[in-house]
């Protein structure tokens, strides 16, 4: 369910259709020209979902307001799609802020060509993000300079898989996580979650292989 996706209608209505009753969702909208939004937790059963799209300002799109970059795989060719995520800002002196900072967008989204814009009310040196795109293992990138187009390149990455059971039987519907053994600001990878199946088996695919 999670590679579903629908355009908007003339009058911004989508439909997404045959989801699992049983999950929710977090809906991510992004149109050119304006701040990509993401809304979480989204039961469909409690009816349409409204997201409210603000539009970027030509003075936050200024070289040292903004970070572009492009998204290619492993052979060059563009990442539609990808999420690309402000991790943090830092100076060349080595300071720096992480986490959710106010007057920045806190994420985008890569367009056909693989690429996306990142802008901030104030001027920044550097920014860290993180990438996240379907068949390929997230992955961090540090220190991209501001008022240049950055390529980042994605790899794929490995899987793990197990099974849940108690007092020798299989669990089905249990939720396992798995998160990066390194918290440190700036370089945190995130938790990673997913369900048992029927005989109590789960797979993660596509984990940060490091």
């Known amino acids: 369910d999670c590679i579903k996706h629908s355009r908007t209608d003339a009058q911004g209505n989508f439909k997404i259709e045959s989801l ?3 999950l929710t969702f977090q809906v991510l909208a992004v149109a050119k020209s304006y701040q ?9 059963a409690k009816g349409p979902v409204k997201i409210e799209l603000e539009p970027i300002q030509s003075a936050d ?3 040292d307001r903004s970070l572009r970059g492009r998204v290619v795989d492993p052979k060059g060719k563009p990442v539609e799609g990808a999420v690309v995520e402000m991790v943090g ?3 060349k002196d080595g300071g720096g802020s992480w986490g959710a900072l106010p007057g920045i967008d806190p994420l985008a989204v890569t367009d056909e060509s693989g690429e996306f814009l990142i802008t901030a009310k104030k001027p920044f040196e550097m920014m860290d993000v993180k990438v996240s795109a379907r068949t390929f293992a997230d992955k961090p ?11 980042l390149v994605m790899t794929e990455g490995a899987a793990l898989t197990g099974r849940v059971l108690r007092d020798g039987k299989p669990l089905a519907g249990v939720s396992v996580g798995v998160s990066a053994v390194d918290r440190a600001a700036g370089s945190y990878l995130g938790h990673f979650e997913v369900g048992t199946g029927e005989k109590g088996n789960f797979a993660f695919v596509n984990l940060p292989p490091d």
């Open 141 to 151: 990138f540090h220190k991209l300079p501001s008022g240049k187009l950055n390529e």
């Open 20 to 22: 699992d009753p049983q």
């Open 89 to 91: 800002t830092e100076t």
């Open 61 to 63: 799109a200024a070289p």
């Open 36 to 44: 990509p939004k993401s809304v979480s937790k989204v039961d469909p």
